[in-house]
T-cell receptor, first 111, second 113 residues
């Protein structure tokens, strides 16, 4: 059973074209949902933590939101430097010490 | 440096050889994780250390894999009798607390020929 599913797998945007990435999860007792950015050849870099439905976090052109079943990462007016793979992960009561990661969305922003 | 450091960055080995991968976490971080990332796959949990508690080894794929963390700091992941399916990027992460954000190293790219 998949714990975390991300969509789309890949997304190409023109510079300035806003869009959203989706992360749906099936866990019980959510302790936290995390968004990371991963550049080629590097480890994931932490972006946001969301703990409860209705919570929102913002950083520059990125905004993360959370419901009881999914999270969205909204990208407003993206720039080429936003190109990366975006990963979401959950930690929950039934995942023990583990963080379960999705397979990511590969974002390409075209100048 | 202030970040998580992993060495080597790349390792090429022959099938059947043993390898050791090293992780230096951020100073003061009590939690340390090892994950494995294969092409097109999500990060796969391997093992978790928290302070002086017994490690959570539930993600280790076989008894060829083992890890230790000395003095609550540096960790070593050992893979014995490597197989081609062990080829992947091995990522180490540390966290200042049990349920907090992870800080990752750049990983070790392991290639088993």
């Amino acid at each position: 059973e998949d714990q975390v599913t991300q969509s789309p797998e890949a997304l190409r945007l023109q510079e300035g074209e806003s869009s959203s990435l989706n992360c749906s999860y099936t866990v019980s007792g959510l302790r936290g949902l995390f968004w990371y950015r991963q550049d080629p050849g590097k480890g994931p870099e932490f972006l946001f933590t969301l703990y409860s439905a209705g919570e929102e976090k913002e950083k520059e052109r990125l905004k993360a939101t959370l419901t009881k079943k999914e999270s969205f990462l909204h990208i407003t007016a993206p720039k080429p430097e936003d190109s990366a793979t975006y990963l979401c992960a959950v930690q929950a009561g039934n995942t023990g010490n583990q963080f379960y990661f999705g397979t990511g969305t590969s974002l390409t922003v075209i100048p | 440096g202030a970040g998580v450091s992993q060495s080597p960055s790349n390792k090429v080995t022959e099938k059947g050889k043993d390898v050791e991968l090293r992780c230096d976490p951020i100073s003061g971080h009590t939690a340390l994780y090892w994950y494995r990332q294969s092409l097109g796959q999500g990060l796969e949990f391997l093992i978790y250390f928290q302070g002086n508690s017994a490690p959570d080894k539930s993600g280790l794929p076989s008894d060829r894999f083992s890890a230790e963390r000395t003095g609550g700091s540096v960790s070593t992941l050992t893979i014995q009798r490597t197989q081609q399916e062990d080829s992947a990027v091995y990522l180490c992460a540390s966290s200042p607390r049990q349920a907090g954000e992870l800080f990752f190293g750049s990983g070790t790219q392991l290639s088993v020929l």
